[in-house]
């Protein structure tokens, strides 16, 4: 007697080759059905001679999935009525809601071992760079248009030869209905270009004689730049110190750390201890950049010096593997690791144009000795993802490559979860739940580390990283992201939700558009974002959120907050509880590269300024009369007040005498980890400074007194400081929870949580004191997290404002 049962799917299901993975397992095992893509699900309805054949069937999808998948989730269902199905298994059109198609944009993807294979193989992919199949290969970078078929990425320029078109309608092909397929034969083509941007002619040399000229230009200590999946990178021997100082100094980069590719996961363990974690990360569909706790030891595959050199004064690494063909073919001819670092000026985004990479990498600034690009259009260009090892998990700092653009589920309440419904009974659910609100929001994001989210029917689509809106190339790179996105969407927004910031280019470009039209605090957008994420808008929560710098109710620049959020049945509020000590940010932005000036507004501020101490490290760096004309500024009080924990990290990395100008974002506290990491590799955690809460804030008089009167060495004094912003985390968190009068969880966002060793030591104490809290594991911690916080409170305003007109 044959049987009938329907099987949802739920994860990260769609855009990954799994309904031809579905098709030839019933294929192979002979069995009848289809399978379809469903709104939040993929749904196959399977008939099965024997119970043995269901569980078989289900075993193998949940141990085998495609490479990119990830089930988090399944539901069988017996089926009782008679199904009218075919005699063979069958892939379905996709059943979409009749108002409302969800957009599933698929995310680039690392070359698989297969692909790999065939590269390496004699035939038609020998060492044919852009060899892909449905499990792998470049997705996003390539899409101008939804349904995603080949006819709407940019491979609709190169015409299928006929053993590819053979192997695309092959349903038991590994490249069936894979888009962007091509071998030697159709190829897509390899060009290189010299330093003045003249071809070199094709005629002369072959693709893989390119790679190897490419290769050896490496080796004699040339700086080259390769087109990528999404944009070009700069290359340059990792071993080779003349090679990484011509860089920085072409560059302009005098500290920020370099990436650095590695042929293999023995090489970089060669120079860390790697977790399972952080191999599986190396090693994902993903490809991300990690960044890993770096040690000096003989063998290691990189000379200590130039380690010094690529990450100058650090203890981490960012390290990444070969994730295309072009980049495997490169490792064929070299030994030795590379620098891979984004191909761009100072500022601006990535480039993924070949003539834009010439005129400003060659011809004006003259970077590139060298240069290797394709000729197949990358329509949305991205950097590289970048994650880390923090609080037991891997988290995301950059959210790119591989990672975005992000489809996160999103719901107001925990109890109506998406996930959740009446087993078989999936269309009623989809029509009655998911369908409740038809309104489009967009949050248009902040101004650094910018993103766009669009949020439709409980389901955001965030964009990759885009980077900070400081020249005219970012905002136009902005405007090309968001303009993709209306593009698929094809609706108006009804709401769009921006930062409180007036001349932020994000909050201009939403007041331009014909739409209701919100302005949110920067960090409320900090917590909506990780309550979101988190799908805990039901439950009341406490939210501790430091960064480095946002616009306050109050006009003042919040950065050190801690929020009461107190859910209702529409739409919740969140209310300031604490914050960090306000302090004059003397110089205004420009003291965020002077962090001398941040420091002596603390010492001034905290009645420090005449100690010995003090005037000795400031006269270090200032000279009696500026030090006069600073003070005069601070008595005029012309400078915004901030609560900035960011800022307080620059102020204390310029007390310990780590540095006086910052170069990069978050220099201080990487250097302050740094510091802090080799202090307690043989040592025992050191005692918090004393710290205290006094009418609603958190006050820094005795952290900011020891550090400069403490006759400890900074490596030390580093480390306490870490551990009690940790500690304060810790007591904010237990007068909170008193302040509801109820257990509460308590929920981090901001930039400040990149830091590693804080996120660890706050990992540490909240579970010694059994309080649950919760870190981003999908959106980084940072103001790329700021556009879905802006999405989700718009959705949650339209929700008040529809109950209100009840």
């Keep these: 007697m044959k049987n009938t049962y329907a099987i949802e799917l739920f994860g990260i299901i769609q855009g990954v080759g799994f309904r031809p993975f ?94 790999l294979a065939d590269i390496r193989t004699q035939g038609r992919f020998y060492r044919y760079a852009f060899t892909t199949c449905a499990d792998c290969g470049a997705r996003y970078s390539i899409i101008n248009a939804l349904p995603y078929d080949r006819i709407h990425t940019t491979m609709r320029d190169f015409a299928l030869c006929a053993k590819c078109e053979a192997d695309y309608r092959n349903s038991l092909n590994r490249r069936f209905h894979a888009q962007p397929i091509s071998c030697n034969t159709c190829a897509i083509q390899l060009m290189l270009f010299d330093s003045q941007g003249t071809q070199i002619s094709a005629d002369s040399i072959n693709d893989y004689e390119m790679i190897r000229a490419v290769a050896s230009a490496i080796k004699a200590g040339k700086i080259v730049a390769i087109k990528g999946v999404g ?32 042929k293999s996961i023995s090489d970089i363990e060669s120079l860390s201890d790697i977790s399972a974690q952080e191999r599986e990360s190396l090693l994902s569909p993903q490809a991300p950049i990690v960044l890993l706790e770096r040690h000096c030891r003989a063998g290691g595959v990189i000379d200590e010096r130039a380690l010094d050199i ?44 070949t003539r834009e990479l010439i005129e400003k ?29 923090m609080a037991g998990e891997m988290r995301i ?92 969407y094809k609706q108006t927004p009804q709401i769009v939700v921006c930062d409180l910031h007036p001349r932020y280019v994000s909050t201009q470009k939403a007041r331009s558009l014909k739409a209701s039209c919100y302005a949110l605090a920067h960090h409320k957008a900090h917590f909506y974002a990780i309550l979101g994420e988190a799908r805990a808008l039901d439950k009341n929560a406490l939210g501790i959120i430091w960064d480095g710098t946002g616009l306050g109710e109050d006009r003042r620049i919040w950065g050190g907050e801690c929020f009461l959020y107190e859910a209702d049945s529409y739409a919740g509020s969140m209310r300031r509880l604490w914050h960090f000590d306000e302090y004059a940010l003397l110089g205004g932005e420009g003291a965020i590269k002077d962090i001398g000036k941040i420091a002596l507004s603390l010492l001034i501020h905290y009645d420090l300024f005449t100690s010995p101490q003090a005037q000795d490290i400031l006269h270090r760096h200032f000279s009696s009369e500026e030090l006069g004309l600073l003070q005069g500024a601070y008595r005029s009080r012309t400078y915004p ?24 974002e978050g220099q201080s506290g990487a250097l302050i980890e740094s510091c802090a990491l080799e202090y307690v590799r043989d040592k ?94 999908q959106l980084p911690c940072n103001d790329s997290n700021i556009s879905f916080g802006q999405a989700v409170f718009g959705t949650l305003e339209s929700k008040r404002s529809k109950n209100a007109g009840k």
């Design 22 to 115: 579905v098709y030839r397992l019933a294929h192979t095992m002979g069995l009848k059905g289809y399978v379809q893509n469903q709104y939040d699900r993929l749904f196959i309805l399977l008939e099965v001679g024997t119970k043995e054949q269901l569980d078989v069937f289900v075993a193998h999808i949940l141990s085998s999935p495609p490479p990119n998948a990830r089930i988090v989730k399944h539901i069988i269902t017996p089926i009782s009525q008679k199904q009218s199905l075919s005699d063979v298994f069958e892939i379905r059109e996709s059943h979409a809601n009749k108002t409302f198609v969800p957009i599933l944009l698929p995310q680039d993807m690392r070359i698989c071992e297969s692909c």
């Design 231 to 262: 944009g070009f990178n700069l290359i340059a021997d990792a071993n080779n110190k003349e090679a990484i100082a011509t860089l920085r100094k072409r560059k302009n980069r005098p500290h920020k750390p370099f990436a650095v590719m590695f």
């Design 310 to 353: 690529i990450a100058p004064h650090l203890k981490t690494l960012g390290a990444i593997l070969p994730y295309n063909g072009i980049m495997h073919l490169l490792f064929d001819e070299l030994e030795s690791p590379i620098i891979f670092t984004s191909a761009n000026l100072s500022g601006e985004p990535i480039i993924a144009k």
């Design 361 to 389: 990498l060659c011809k004006r600034n003259a970077i590139a000795d060298l240069v290797l690009s394709y000729n197949r259009v990358i329509h949305n260009p991205s950097d590289d993802s970048i994650v880390r090892l």
């Design 397 to 488: 700092l950059r959210l790119a490559r591989g990672y975005a653009p992000l489809d996160l589920l999103y719901t107001h309440s925990g109890a109506q979860d998406l996930e959740s419904h009446e087993a078989g009974d999936s269309t009623k659910y989809m029509d009655s739940n998911i369908t409740e609100s038809h309104t489009l929001v967009v949050g248009v994001g902040a101004q650094q580390k910018s993103s766009i989210c669009f949020l439709n029917r409980h389901r955001a689509n965030i964009s990759p990283y885009i980077g900070d809106l400081e020249s005219v190339d970012s905002i136009m790179r902005y405007e090309s992201v968001s303009a993709f996105f209306n593009t698929l």
């Design 641 to 664: 007040l901030t609560s900035s924990v960011g800022r307080i990290f620059d102020a204390v990395g310029f007390l310990l005498g780590l540095l006086q100008i910052q170069t990069y």
């Design 684 to 777: 025992t955690m050191p005692k918090p400074y004393a710290f205290s809460l006094e009418n609603g804030c958190v006050c820094l008089k005795g952290i900011i007194e020891s550090i400069l009167t403490d006759k400890e060495a900074r490596e030390k004094k580093a480390c306490r400081f870490l551990e009690t912003l940790a500690h304060i985390a810790l007591t904010l968190a237990k007068e909170g929870i008193e302040e509801a009068q109820a257990p509460l969880q308590v929920y981090f966002s901001g930039g400040v949580f990149q830091n590693k060793f804080l996120c660890d030591r706050i990992h540490t104490l909240f579970n010694a004191h059994k309080i649950p809290f919760f870190m981003h594991t």
